[in-house]
C-alpha cells in the first residue's frame, strides 16, 4: 500500500512537529516517530480501526493527542488529517469530497 498525504494534512503533522520542537526535541522526534508508526500499522491493517465521519477512519497516537485521519482507496491511504484531538472537531470533513 502507498500513502500520500492531503496537503493540509501534511501541513499539520508539520507545524506539531515545529511545534514540539521548540519546545524539546526530543519531543519533536517522538511525535515524528509515533507519525510514522501510523502510517505502518494503518498500511499494515487499513481496516483495523472504526469507521468514522465521511467515510474515514481514525488511528489514535499513544503519546500524542493526535489522530490520523485516513481513508483507503484500493491499494492507496490516503491521510486526510493530523487532527488535534482537543481542537475543533472535525474541522477536516470538507476534505473528503
Same mark, same amino acid.
Given at each position: 500500500?502507498?500513502?500520500? =498525504?492531503h *496537503?493540509?494534512?501534511? +501541513?499539520? +503533522?508539520?507545524a +506539531?512537529? *515545529?511545534? #514540539?520542537? *521548540?519546545?524539546?526535541? /526530543?519531543? !519533536? @522526534? ?13 498500511? @499494515? +491493517? ?5 469507521? /468514522? !465521519? ?15 485521519v #485516513? ?6 491511504? *490516503?491521510?486526510?488529517a ?8 472535525? =474541522?477536516?470533513?470538507?476534505?473528503t469530497?
Amino acid at each position: 500500500m502507498r500513502i500520500t =498525504y492531503h *496537503q493540509a494534512a501534511e +501541513a499539520e +503533522a508539520e507545524a +506539531a512537529a *515545529q511545534w #514540539y520542537a *521548540q519546545r524539546d526535541l /526530543s519531543a !519533536a @522526534e517522538g511525535f515524528i516517530a509515533e507519525l510514522r508508526n501510523g502510517e505502518k500499522a494503518i498500511t @499494515e +491493517a487499513p481496516e483495523r480501526w472504526a469507521p /468514522s !465521519a465521511r467515510g474515514t477512519r481514525r488511528y489514535l497516537m499513544d503519546r500524542y493527542p493526535f489522530a490520523i485521519v #485516513y481513508r483507503r482507496d484500493g491499494e492507496l491511504i *490516503q491521510i486526510i488529517a493530523v487532527a488535534h484531538l482537543r481542537r475543533r472537531p472535525r =474541522y477536516w470533513t470538507n476534505r473528503t469530497t
